[in-house]
Structure formats: structure tokens, C-alpha cells
């Protein structure tokens, strides 16, 4: 394997090798972590050689990012906080100082940079007092005639109590003067803002100046004319605001009968859950403010005033609207790997050949696709199996599954209905499959099935043959175009009789000898993982080559940071490419300063996972994995995961030339990791090369 840069490791010592790894290392805090992954994404939209309108998609992914964030990692952590009483204080407060300080820069970035350049493209978003009269009235009939009907505004009192705020959703509230319509004086009304309604609604162009694209927000629409909704009263002050809410979907599996029915039933309530933030527009008076917190019984801290739209992923609609293709990024066609992959081949004829590897977005997802259809049409498959997570309310793939129950095949699905924000989803295509007689089973309880996983049956002469597709990703076509993942297209029969053995135990439960091939979680993955590190680390004590270098999303598992510690301290070359989460402090004297910790963050979302390790001199002394997990405890002990070993040397070759070397030499969009938990952009003297940009010119598309 090459080296990172042409910098050497320091070297070794006997001091700095120990049996374990000092306990004095402290990790590094996984909210803090993720928040400064969001800062890399941030980064991205001040970028001056990223397009425009992707500079304003950056901005939405972290709003996006933060919103999850704030529903499933903050939530469990005031839980646990909250249970560790003032002893945690420091470090909720860290974590509150860290997360506001990061929208700040968002929302100054929106303001100050990214919107005043898309106006002088010609893309304006107007606010009342900057739209000219003929806009003021093509707006008006716009709130009368689409918006106004829709809205019911509360006007509170002991009748009419404050209303049931549904999690992420857009709402005013207003303060008025004088009497209602009954004479009392209730002051304080609340406009809650129907999800159907356009957040981004784009001015007809006999309005807009020529040449310029104009647009106003929803939320503008109805600040403008608030006062429509209360006649014969004054609005004396308002503001938008927004409440996100504890999402994560929570049922005891000990005492539900029928997970899919309980999960449908959680679904009702989820967007109800314990309010954890609460967001309002900067100008927005103290009084409301403070009123909104004692409603949603949230502390000071979790106020966050933002000086724009309470919710920028909306803006997401203006992407989509704005006619300026040169203010995207270039086009990019997934290319079709034709010298290894002839569309004029049967893919099983091919696979019987050997086995195929697809780098995707840079390759098409579309050989997997067309796999699982020649599967379908093929009267000589008898059966199709086949693990989901996440593959969309639209799927090419989940139509063919359910083609293939039709036409008689043995069709079994492992549906999880479990995969976050995907539940409803899932349940919908596990409630289809079945309608039409496929085996859905929803994995084991306790445990999620995040492993991906095809397998296909059919009948060669006399004999029974195995194909199958193992992926790093999810069986997603759309996604599959926005991830790097890899995917792994077999007819080896030792792979394939493990993934049907993985089969059988999800849906008999039985207990089986672990696959010979296959590493599995929560059984022998993680073990694997920690014997090669040891191997490293033997390897590095007695002076032979020792070698780690791991791809993955995010590390955050004790002991997997324990094994890459003390691998470094024994003399070990480790390099970890983690897109994410990294718990690990690199370039620590007498700990880390042998382990370098890198993340890119480009156009497409790293996903790959790749696991190397070498502990000799000759090839018997290294192995290398592609895996569905991440170096995290939920992956290793709380879900179902799969690794699985590429032994063709040209395969095997592909892997490191792709997924890993380009990876280590990137000095574009690449950062490092330092022992204080920041990271600092990667700089070149010479001409940036970009891991993705490489890729994508060297299988054009």
C-alpha cells in the first residue's frame, strides 16, 4: 500500500509500544464529532470552485443533518444527561455553545455569501418590502386564492389552549391588540402552516425584472398578510417558528406480539415526541420567545434565533426550481462497465466466468437492477432472496420482487422495518410483498438487518446454482447515484452457500455454525477485526511490515479504537479515512502520532467501507474486506452486518487502487483529524487533486 503523503511515520520506540493502550487517552465526544462533520459539509458552500446552487444545497444537507441530529443523537443525549444529573451540565452546555455557534455560521454563509452571488446571477428570493407593486399583488391573489383558505388560526385562551405542535412543522405566532370577537382580550393566536403548501413559490416571469428569476417564500407570503387573518385587530408582533421533537421510534420488543403493527401504530405519535429544540426568527420578542419555551418546557439554551427561514432544507425547492444548469454541477452518468459486464451477456453466463465488482456512483447501479430482472424473467430461477433497509416509497427493485411472487418464484424478504425515518416505507412494500405470497420476515428482534445481501437460485441441468449481489450500500437506485458504495456481483459458491445460510438463520432463528466466508455481526465481526489488528500489532513488535488502513462513515467502538491504539504504539503505519464520527484522537505523543485520521467530503456522500490489514511480507499476511458496518458498537453487537473477503488478486487490486489510494493522496476535499478534535483542511503547493473528480474521469460516464 502507498503511503499517505512522501512524510514519514515517526518512528517508533520501546516506550511507546505497550502491551494495552494507557487508559489515559480519552476519547473524543461523538456529538462533538458529528457536529464538526458538519462543519466539513459546511465548508462546501463557501467553496468558490463548487457551483452556486450546490454551495445552497450544502446549506440544506447540514440543516437536514442538524435536524436529525437534534431528534435522535441530542434527545438520547439529554436523556442520559439527565440521568447523570449536574455531572454532565459542562458537557451539555459544551455541546448546546458548539450547536448554536455552527447555525450561526450557516445562517451568516446563507446571507452574506450564498444569496447575495445567486442575486447577481439573476436569482432573487424577495421579501415583502423588496417586491415591486405588480409582485405585492400577483402575491396577494396568490395568499387568497392557494394559502388562506388552508390556515385556521387558534386564538388562545382557557377554551382554546395552545395547539399540538407536530415535530418540524412551520407555525406563527402572533400577539394582537384589542378584543376578540366576544369582547375578551386574548392576546396571543397561533397560525400553524399546512405541510401541503409549497415552502418555494416562483413569481411568473411578467413580474420579475427580464432576465431574473424571482421567487418568495411561504413564509413571507403569509408575514405579509397576517393581518387578513384577524380582522378587525391589529398584529402588534410576531414570528415564525419551529419545534423539533425527540423522533426516535421506540417499541419494546419484549412485549409486542406483531412488530409490523406496533411499529404502524408508533408511526401516529412519533411526530409528537419530548420538544428538544426550538427555533424562532432573530427579531422575534423576548415575551414569545419565553412563551413558546414554557409551552414546550424547554430550557434557555435550547432557543436558537436564526437570522432567516426557520427552515432552510426547504430551500431545497428553489434548487429544483432555478433554470441555471450552470450553477450545478456538471452532469454525471454512471458508466455501464461494458469490457467486464456486456449487456449483451447474460449476467449469470458472466458471473460464471468470475466475479464482477461495481463502483458506484462512478459505475452504474443499474447491472444490479438488471440482475434482479433477468432473475425475474428467467423460468429457470426458482428462488430470490433478498435483504432491505432503505430503498424508497419508489423502487424499480421492490416491483421486480413483487413480479417475481407473481410469476410463482419463492420470493423471501427481510424487510427491516426498523431503518430510521424509512419505517412507514417499509411497512408499505412488506404489506405488498406479502399480498402477492412473498416470505417477509423482519429480521431478529433486537437487532436491525443492515447487512445487504441478493441471493438467486436457479436450475443449471441437474444441479441447484447460487448468484449473488453483497453491497456496501442500500438497494436504492436513487441514492446509489449520491453514494460511493461498492457492490460485489458473485457466483462463488463459498460465498453464496454463507449468504444462504445468513438467510436461513434470519428467518428460522436457528442457531448455525458461523459461514466459513462471510464475517457476520454481532457474532464473529467484531472478533475478526480485533484478532487482524493484534496481528498487526505482533507484526509490528517483531519488525515485519504492519499495516491498518480502514474506510469507513464513522469509529466510535471502544475496543476497535483500543486495537488501532495499541497497533500505533507497537509501530504500525495506520491510516483511517472515517467520512464522519471519529472518537479516535490521532497524533497524540506515545499514543497516536503513528495514526492519521482523514475525511472527504465532496460531491458525492462517502459510503464505502473498506477494511486492509497487512502484518507480513507476502500476501498470506493480508486481508481485505468490503463491509456493510461501521467501526461502531450498534454495528457490532446490535445489528445484522456482513464483511466479506476479495480474494482475486485483480479484484483486490481494484479496491485499493480505487477505494483507498485515491482517498489518501486527496488534497482537495480532504481534512485531518487533530488529537483536539478539529480538523484542518488538507493544502497542496501544487495543483489539488480530488479523490471523486479522479474517479469520475477515469470511468467517464
Sequence with gaps: MPEVSDQPYPTATAEAAPQEPAPTLAPLNREQAILEFNRRVLAQASRPDVP??????????????????????????????AAMGSAADADLQALSADAHDLIDQQYTLFNELVMPALAAEGIVVLNHAERNEAQRQWVARFFERQVMPLLVPVGLDPAHPFPLVANKSL???????????????????IVKVPRVLPRVIRLPASVCKPGEQGFVLLSSVIRAHLADLFAGREVETFS???VTRDSDLEVDEDDVTNLRQALRSGLTTRHFGQAVRLEVVKSCPEELSGFLLQQFALPPAALYRVNGPVNLVRLNQLIDQAAADRLRFEH???????????????????????????HHPFESFEPVVQFLREAVHDPDVLAIKQTIYRTGTQSVLMDLLIEAARRGKEVMV??????????????NWAERLEAVGAQVVYGIVGLKTHAKLLLVTRREGTRLRRYGHLSTGNYNPRTARLYTDVGYLTADEHLTADADAVFH??????????????LTAPFVLHGRMLKHLQQVTDAAREGRPARVVVKCNALTDPRLIDGLVAAAQAGAQIDLVVRGACMLRPGVPGFTERIRVRSVVGRFLEHTRVLYFRWGEDDAHEALYLSSADWMSRNMFRRIELAWPIHDRALRQRVIDECLVPYLHDTKEAWLLRSDGHYEAV???????SAQQALMARFGG
Design 52 to 81: 452556486l446552487l450546490e454551495r445552497l444545497r450544502y446549506i440544506t444537507i447540514v440543516s437536514s443533518n442538524l435536524d436529525e441530529f437534534f431528534e435522535v443523537r441530542y434527545a438520547d443525549y439529554l436523556e442520559a444527561a
Design 171 to 189: 407555525n406563527f405566532i402572533v400577539r394582537l391588540s384589542g378584543r376578540d370577537a366576544f369582547g375578551r382580550a386574548s392576546s396571543i393566536a
Design 240 to 242: 415564525q417558528f419551529r
Design 332 to 358: 454525471h452518468e454512471p458508466a455501464w462497465p461494458a469490457q467486464r459486464l456486456p449487456r449483451s451477456q447474460s449476467i449469470f453466463a458472466r458471473l460464471r466466468q468470475g466475479d464482477v465488482l461495481l
Design 414 to 427: 427481510v424487510v427491516e422495518l426498523k431503518a430510521r425515518f424509512d419505517e412507514e416505507a417499509n411497512i
Design 505 to 518: 438463520q434470519l428467518a428460522s432463528l436457528t442457531a448455525m455454525k458461523p459461514p466459513r466466508h462471510l
Design 683 to 689: 493544502t497542496t503547493t501544487g495543483e489539488p487533486v
